[in-house]
């Protein structure tokens, strides 16, 4: 396992952002995760570890100190199978779309969803990756990896990750304690019924009638989801191999009713999404749309904007630093806290 110094990561996170590691090496299976972690125990060449996935989650606003770890452990494996289910395990470096785009081929049903989502499969349960009505928790039997302390293998069940919306106990209890290798999933043999295809979400439902005129809502078919989610999503997102991005920006802030009503007062077409009694959920999106945001850069000449057709997502039109995406994304909050009395928490990991 060679350690590089001073790599640049501007590869190595969708934002495109340059940033150098003091060190960076590349694992690919959890034996060697335990020789660097026993190695890094006796030795400490670096102050600490930062274990890197996709980079799709990702600001890089200063250089790293620590040693980065590339996470690129691969493989799928068919654990158990019923009549209906099958359990697989999919290891951690493995890129989040292809493992969709597999389950998808071979008719396996529950992550179709999930398509198109930047990242690797190891960061999927950290921020539990939801999109278009499903989350990651839906089909999530156990996470698998090592305790950064002692090297030992552990394996957590879906309860005990206490997923919640974009959250699970990989960025509370276990930040910076646990290196997920891989996850089981339990997916649906050969789905057909329309009632295991979760098509309700509406931009979703309007994209597979759009697509495919004249095939009954009973025929839909897990390969005519992924392509109506794929649809959606270049349509309104920006992929990060063109212009440097890593997805929703901020998370969509819960409020209670009464903020909710007075917004309602003011703009009667305010989407909104119920979460509890007294809960609903506010697109962050719509909100830094009425900000006047969609589509403005921090400052004429600079490269750091917000997408023209998602208000959600921050981009980098090229050199933009990682300071001024943070800058831009301080005002942008500042902002929406003026106009709308409501406070946006960010989803990216800011470093
Ligand atoms: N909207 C606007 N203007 C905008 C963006 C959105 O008015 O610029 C409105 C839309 O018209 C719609 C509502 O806000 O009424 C919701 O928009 P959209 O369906 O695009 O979803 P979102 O709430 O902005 C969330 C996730 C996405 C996920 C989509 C679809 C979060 C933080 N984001 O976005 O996830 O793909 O729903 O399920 O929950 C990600 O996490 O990186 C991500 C892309």
Known sequence: MEIQRNISLKPYNTFALEAKAAGFCTVSTVEEIQTLLAQEREQKKFPSLFILGGGSNILFTANVEALVVKIALKGTTILHETATTLDVEIAAGEEWDNAVQ???????????????????????????????????????????????????????????????????????????????????????????????????????????????????????????????????????????????????????????????????????????????ENLVKIPAGWMIERCGWKGKRLMPQSDAAVHDKQALVLVNHGAATGEEILELSRQIQSSVQEHFGVALETEVNIF
């Open 102 to 276: 597999n389950a998808v081929t071979q008719n396996w049903g529950g992550l179709e969803n999930l398509s198109l989502i930047p990242g690797s499969v190891g960061a999927a349960p950290v921020q539990n990756i939801g999109a278009y009505g499903v989350e990651l928790q839906n089909v999530l039997v156990s996470v698998r990896g090592i305790m950064r302390s002692t090297g030992e293998k552990r394996e957590l069940s879906c309860e005990e990750c206490s997923f919640g919306y974009r959250d699970s106990i990989f960025k509370r209890d276990l930040r910076e304690k646990f290196i997920i290798t891989s996850v089981v999933l339990r997916l649906q043999k050969n789905p057909t019924t329309v009632s295991e295809l979760s098509v309700s979400y509406g931009a979703l439902a309007e994209e597979i009638e759009r697509l495919f005129l004249g095939v009954r809502r009973e025929d839909y078919t897990i390969q005519h989801v992924r392509s109506a989610v794929c649809s959606v999503r270049r349509s309104k997102l920006p992929n990060p191999a063109v212009i440097g991005n890593a997805g929703s920006f901020f998370k969509n802030p819960t409020v209670p009713h009464e903020i909710y009503n007075r917004i309602k007062s003011i703009y009667p077409e305010v989407p909104s999404f119920p979460v509890s």
